[in-house]
């Protein structure tokens, strides 16, 4: 075993705070890395405070890992000393169901090892990346890109592949019309994306005050949803309509928006239950879908993609000790566009 720092929530709602456990030693096909960086994301919030149930106390957060492989296990081949990897929601899945087979593991059937927040297969609790280092299987970690910064790169891990995973399986690209609702940590990825892969991209924010960061990113239009004339004037326009925010809005005006055969996909997580009139969905032969993260083959599909294209996150990068602070400025959408943590800083806590 391996003491590991990190900072953890030792009960819900309680502040972060300094926390040192054993991560365990690595085994044949596993890797030992170097947490240089990781990315704050708003599930993380969620969990911490036990806003979801099940909460496991002490929790150590994070799964946006970005770093450097430090040791490797006897039969590793997929890495080496002193690649830069990364490793996003989860650790492992049982690789046997449908959905592992289909390089689909994160719907896996029998439930995928998340990185934080779970119990592994030896029914150990799972430490995130909020923490000095990290021991995974090698099949479980990714090359990160190599012609752009390591850490604008950590939340591709999860908001980047959150955004590629739909707007690949829905086929957004040339001639097609996507919008993308919401302009925060995950939107502004998918504004770069859907613009990478050639789409004609509009956001739908709030009110305008992201605007300029919008059309700097690839959108070709941005619209105001407090404009009610945003709605007649939309109706009918899209092919395909990413919905990334998890207030509660009405989805039959957003179903509207849609072309005949036109889906909606939503990747953020509202509170309360969807309401959806039948005729808003049969009217137009419309369909409303969910999309959640990506398999690890797609996830490095993604990420040599973003390194192709020149994708990264925008950032603001802070120490672990402003990790409190972090989370009360998500809550108030005070980022643009995500935080990520030098892990750097834990040497001088």
Known sequence: MTASKSYAAGSAKASLAPFSFERRDPREHDVVIDIQYCGVCHSDIHQARDEWGGATFPMVPGHEIAGVVAAVGSKVTKHKVGDKVGVGCFVDSCRTCTSCQRGLEQYCTNGATWTY????????????????????????????????????CAPLLCAGI??????????????????????????????????????????????????????????????????????????????????????????????????????????????????????????????????AIGGIGETQEMLDFCDQHKIACDIEVIPIQKINEAYERVLKSDVRYRFVIDMASLKSR
């Open 117 to 152: 927040n779970a119990k592994d297969k030896d029914g150990a609790t799972t430490y995130g990346g909020y923490s000095d280092k990290i021991v995974v299987d090698e099949n479980y970690a990714l090359r990160m890109p190599k012609n752009l910064p390591l850490d604008a």
């Open 162 to 291: 959150t955004l590629y995973s739909p707007l690949k399986h829905w086929q957004a690209g040339p001639g097609k019309k996507v919008a993308i609702v919401g302009m925060g940590g995950l939107g502004h990825m998918g504004v770069k994306i859907a613009h990478a892969l050639g789409a004609e991209v509009t956001v739908l924010s709030h009110t305008l005050k992201k605007i300029d960061d919008g059309k700097r990113m690839g959108a070709n239009h941005f619209y105001a949803t407090s404009d009610r004339a945003t709605f007649p004037k939309l109706k009918g326009y899209f092919d395909l309509i990413v919905n990334t925010v998890s207030a509660d809005v009405d989805w039959n005006e957003y179903l509207k928006l849609l072309r005949v055969d036109g889906t909606m996909v939503l990747v953020g997580l509202p509170e309360k239950p969807l309401s959806v009139g039948a005729f808003s969905l049969t009217g137009g032969r419309h369909s409303l879908a969910g999309s």
